[in-house]
């Protein structure tokens, strides 16, 4: 679905107005859009499985764990395909406002593509490079978007996830460096290109939704404040994207339509897009590793 | 890339006019590019497959069996996934003039899809109804061609593998019966319009590689001739090209670069094909099965 085809369906839970900004821009924010139950379950949720972390010692299909974890002191970087750790996380994709934000933003028919909760810890542990999220799993058009929920809030010195407005209407870039290896961060002579003066990282309080499409450019500082702050993102596409590549971070939930139904014909967009390593061979950490090369990207200015 | 890109680069075995016949025709059937020792060796394999089929009741992950199989008289419909059966198929795939054959119908960057072998029977029993290839396992592109190769001469009388020319410029049809059931095959209606009736046999000696681009209408009928005929079948496309959909017959190998290097960016065509079943989650017996409504068994 086109942007108009989308906007023509009545809004579920944004404003008309925050789905325009939001093709406009490729990104909107708002908060009072998650009942507090919903934030409840969810936090109650996130200390269970940071407890149960205390039991693993080494990364996994769960957790993504940073090196200096411990039973004592918890240092979870990410969990990973929530939906399949906790039943909250899997309701609150499926059942909660959530999915209908997606459908605000996707249109009527919505599938679910993956999930995560990242924990950005004090210090500078979790510096996330620019990048653009469809070069890591492309699907056949732009619709998806990821929906992201701070569930604590996120102030401006606890590193707030920062995007470039507008930058979805431009070029993808290749997020490789010059010998072909994958960096998931656009290299910095494409970063010149792009008006980096106009980012903004929205901030809010708990339950904050931060709504970003596929194509924008987005990246986060460290964390400066000295609490954690959990973000959980979850996935959603048109039900007409198709990925083209074995997501790398499949989950038992992805593919299913969660709102609507299955249009018989795929949505393909043929703007370029770059081709990722074939994650079936090469395996896929987060995007922690594989940014981990090189230096901050120019995420600290 | 376009069929115009792949034409701008040398041909590596066939003659640039064979190259533009098969962008024109949609298909091509070449005789002796496959050597007598590839030939043999391939041969070999497949007689050694159906020796082994003998212990088994039920079709399974390797075989496709006909209700009739037994162990006295094996009737393998299909050898399924044969690259991940034995290393010489899958040499046969990523180094061989058939790998040379993609490269001058894909361009210079190969990826391999699936492959399979068909044993025709004697009698109907492997009657394969028209339908297009691309439907069923949809790519961003329609680069992906099927190559086969005879293991022994075909005539018309052994039901050889026939193709409609000029059908791959044609619409993309439909496989699914009015009930939204996968069918495989294209409906009465649709057949009229894509012309049957210029329907051209690929028939050869042993050893005659044929190609099909994954939209040409094609089929095959009986085998009027009292032997079995072999097909060995492997899909390449463009490494530029991805697939969108769960493979129906998956392979270890499936988007292996086999040739050059692997594609920097995806080439999109937005011609848009109806979305087939997930087979992940619906299964696929075989085009046998699905167009004979029999019951899906899953493949792997």
């Given at each position: 679905m086109t942007p108009e085809d989308i906007l023509k369906h009545a809004p579920r839970v944004l404003s008309q107005a925050q789905r325009e900004a939001y093709f406009e821009s490729g990104y909107v924010s708002g908060e009072g859009l998650i009942p507090k139950d919903w934030l409840e379950a969810l936090r109650t949720a996130s200390d269970e499985r940071i407890e149960a972390s205390?039991?693993?010692t080494d990364s996994g299909s769960e957790f993504d764990l940073a090196p200096d974890h411990t039973a004592a002191h918890p240092h979870v970087r990410r969990i990973k395909s929530p939906v399949d750790h906790h039943p909250v996380f899997r309701k609150f994709a499926v059942e909660s406002p959530f999915a209908d934000i997606a459908a605000d933003l996707v249109g009527p028919n919505v599938k679910f593509h993956s999930g995560k909760i990242n924990y950005k810890h004090p210090g500078g542990g979790e510096i996330v490079k620019w990048h653009q999220d469809i070069c890591f799993w492309p699907h056949t058009n732009y619709s998806p978007v990821t929906l992201g929920v701070y569930l604590d809030g996120c102030d401006e010195a606890m590193g707030p996830l920062t995007v470039i407005p507008e930058s979805h209407k431009g070029d993808l870039f290749e997020h490789y460096d010059d010998e072909g290896n994958w960096t998931g961060t656009v290299g910095a002579d494409d970063m010149a290109t792009v008006p980096l003066d106009r980012a903004t990282g929205p901030t809010g309080e708990k339950g904050a939704v931060l709504a970003l499409n596929c194509r924008t450019i987005h990246g986060s500082r460290h964390n400066a404040s000295d609490k954690v702050r959990p973000m959980l993102l979850y996935v959603y596409t048109s039900a007409d994207a198709y990925p083209w590549t074995i997501p790398p971070t499949n989950s038992t939930l992805s593919g299913e339509i969660l709102r609507g139904e299955q249009p018989r014909y795929p949505h393909i967009d043929p703007r370029p897009c770059p081709a990722p390593p074939d994650w079936t061979r090469t395996g896929y950490g987060s995007i922690f590793t594989s940014q981990e090369k090189g230096d901050d990207g120019g995420m600290m200015g | 890339m376009t069929p115009e890109d792949i034409l701008s680069h040398d041909p590596v075995v066939l003659t640039q006019a064979q190259r533009e016949a098969y962008f024109e025709d949609g298909f091509l059937a070449v005789e002796g590019l496959v050597s007598a020792e590839w030939l043999d060796r391939l041969k070999a394999r497949s007689d050694e497959f159906i020796e082994r089929?003998?212990?088994?009741t039920e079709s399974n992950k390797e075989y496709d069996l006909s209700p009739y199989h037994t162990a006295e008289d094996p009737y393998v419909r299909r050898l399924r996934a044969p690259v991940d059966r034995h290393p010489d198929f899958w040499d046969f795939a990523r180094d061989s003039v058939f790998t040379e054959v993609a490269a001058d119908l894909v361009g210079p960057d190969v990826k391999f899809h699936s492959c399979k072998i068909n044993y025709k029977h004697p009698g109907g029993g492997e009657v394969v109804k028209w339908h297009q290839d691309i439907p069923a396992w949809p790519h961003t592109n329609f680069s992906p061609v099927t190559l086969g190769v005879y293991f022994h001469d075909v005539g018309d009388d052994e039901g050889p593998l026939a193709c409609i020319p000029?059908?791959?410029?044609?619409p993309l049809y439909s496989h699914f019966y009015p009930d939204r059931s996968w069918s495989g095959y294209l409906s009465k209606d649709a057949l009229q319009e894509a012309k049957p009736e210029n329907a051209v046999n690929l028939t050869g000696k042993a050893g005659t590689i044929i190609a099909i681009n994954c939209r040409t209408v094609h089929g095959s009928m009986e085998n009027r001739t009292g032997r079995v005929r072999p097909l060995l079948l492997y899909v390449y496309s463009s490494a530029d090209a991805f697939t969108w959909m769960p493979s129906p017959t998956p392979t270890s190998k499936s988007g292996e670069i086999v040739r050059g290097r692997a594609a920097q960016f995806v080439h999109m065509d937005p011609y848009a094909i109806e979305v087939p079943p997930n087979w992940d989650k619906e299964g696929y017996g075989s085009i046998f099965a699905s167009q004979r409504k029999e019951t899906l068994a899953k493949a792997s």
């Open positions: 205390r039991q693993v | 089929s003998r212990q088994f000029g059908s791959h410029k044609g």
